[in-house]
C-alpha cells in the first residue's frame, strides 16, 4: 500500500507539471532547443522533438514494465525466484525487431536532415568566418570587406576584476561585439569557417548553425533567414578556447537585403578609403628603395 501511494504521488506531481503553465511555450523554450529563424534549424528542432518523444514513448513501456514487476513480484506478496530459464523465440524475434523497426525509422529522416545540413550549393553570398583568441574575422570575400569582431567596450570593461561596475547594468552582458556579422533576409549565406590559433567554434542557436573552425582546415555551414525576420540575433563560441573563451561571443544583423546592399557598398567604399593613402607612402618608399639601390650599384 505504501508504495502504491507512493506512485500515485509521483502520478499527480508528473500531472500538475505537465499542466503547469511553466511548460507552456514559454517555459518550455528556456529548457528545450528553439525553433529558431531558419527553414533549417526547424527542420532540427522537429527532428528532435520527433526522436525525443519516441524515447519517451520507450522509456513509459521499458520502466512502466519494471515498475509493474517490481509491485506484482515483490517478497512482500510472496513472490518466489525461480531460476529456470524459460526459451521463447517469438518474444526473443519481436525485441529483435521492433526496435531495428524503430531506428530505421529514425535514421530515414535523420540522415535527410543532415544531408540538407550538408547542402552549401546554390549559395548567394560567400563569407569566411575566423576564430582567433579572442574574437571573429570576417571576410566578404566576393565583395572586398574584410573586418574583426571583439567583446564590446562595455563589457570587456564591466568583466574585468574589481572594476567596479555591476554587470546588470550593461545591456546584453558579454553577448555584444563592436562589429557584428550583417547577412541580407532570405539569402542563402555560406560561411567558409577555420581557425587561426586554436581550435574555435561558431555558433548561433537561432540558426541552427554550429561549425567548428580549425586551423589548418576549412569547414563549411549555411542558413538562410526568413525574410520577415529581421534582426539581432546572439551566438557564442562552443568550443573551450582558452582563458577567455567566454569573452568572443557573436552577433549576427540580420537586415532587409535594400539596406544589406547600401551597408556593403558604404562599408567596401570606406574601406578602399582607408587603404588609399597607403598607397602612395608604399610607392614612395619603393622609389626610395630603388635610388638606394641605384647609388649602390654606381
Keep these: 500500500m505504501m508504495i502504491r501511494a507512493k506512485l500515485a504521488s509521483l502520478a499527480l506531481i508528473g500531472t500538475a507539471i505537465g499542466s503547469h503553465a511553466a511548460w507552456a511555450d514559454s517555459g518550455w523554450s528556456e529548457l528545450n532547443m528553439t525553433r529558431g529563424v531558419t527553414d533549417i534549424s526547424r527542420k532540427i528542432y522537429d527532428l528532435h522533438m520527433e526522436i525525443f518523444w519516441v524515447c519517451?514513448?520507450?522509456?513509459?513501456?521499458?520502466?512502466?514494465?519494471?515498475?509493474?514487476?517490481?509491485?506484482?513480484?515483490r517478497k512482500?506478496?510472496?513472490a518466489i525466484p525461480d531460476v529456470t530459464l524459460v526459451h521463447n523465440t517469438k518474444v526473443e524475434v519481436i525485441w529483435t525487431t521492433l526496435p531495428v523497426i524503430i531506428l530505421i525509422a529514425m535514421a530515414v529522416p535523420a540522415a535527410r536532415t543532415l544531408v540538407e545540413i550538408e547542402d552549401t550549393t546554390k549559395t548567394e553570398?560567400?563569407?569566411?568566418?575566423?576564430?582567433?583568441?579572442?574574437?571573429?574575422?570576417?571576410?566578404?570575400?566576393?565583395?572586398?570587406?574584410?573586418?574583426?569582431?571583439?567583446?564590446?567596450r562595455k563589457s570587456d570593461?564591466?568583466?574585468?576584476?574589481?572594476?567596479?561596475?555591476?554587470?546588470?547594468?550593461?545591456?546584453?552582458?558579454?553577448?555584444?561585439?563592436?562589429?557584428?556579422?550583417?547577412v541580407p533576409v532570405a539569402t542563402k549565406v555560406r560561411l567558409l569557417v577555420t581557425g587561426a590559433d586554436v581550435i574555435h567554434s561558431?555558433?548561433?542557436?537561432?540558426?541552427?548553425?554550429k561549425k567548428d573552425a580549425i586551423p589548418g582546415f576549412v569547414n563549411e555551414a549555411w542558413f538562410r533567414v526568413d525574410a520577415d525576420k529581421p534582426g539581432l540575433y546572439r551566438g557564442q563560441c562552443a568550443e573551450l578556447c582558452g582563458r577567455?573563451?567566454?569573452?568572443?561571443?557573436?552577433?549576427?544583423?540580420?537586415?532587409?537585403?535594400?539596406?544589406?546592399?547600401?551597408?556593403?557598398?558604404?562599408?567596401?567604399?570606406?574601406?578602399?578609403?582607408?587603404?588609399?593613402?597607403?598607397?602612395?607612402?608604399?610607392a614612395a618608399a619603393g622609389s626610395t628603395a630603388s635610388l638606394a639601390a641605384a647609388a649602390t650599384a654606381h
Design 76 to 78: 512482500s506478496r510472496g
Design 157 to 182: 570593461a564591466a568583466r574585468e576584476l574589481l572594476s567596479g561596475i555591476d554587470p546588470n547594468s550593461v545591456e546584453h552582458y558579454l553577448l555584444n561585439v563592436d562589429h557584428p556579422l550583417v
Design 56 to 73: 519517451v514513448g520507450i522509456a513509459v513501456i521499458v520502466f512502466g514494465a519494471m515498475i509493474w514487476s517490481i509491485i506484482n513480484f
Design 202 to 209: 561558431w555558433w548561433v542557436p537561432a540558426f541552427g548553425v
Design 244 to 282: 577567455d573563451h567566454g569573452f568572443m561571443p557573436i552577433v549576427v544583423d540580420v537586415r532587409s537585403k535594400a539596406d544589406f546592399a547600401a551597408w556593403l557598398k558604404d562599408t567596401a567604399a570606406e574601406q578602399r578609403q582607408a587603404a588609399a593613402p597607403a598607397a602612395p607612402a608604399t
Design 125 to 152: 553570398l560567400t563569407i569566411k568566418v575566423t576564430g582567433f583568441q579572442w574574437g571573429w574575422q570576417y571576410d566578404y570575400l566576393d565583395d572586398g570587406v574584410a573586418y574583426y569582431s571583439h567583446l564590446d
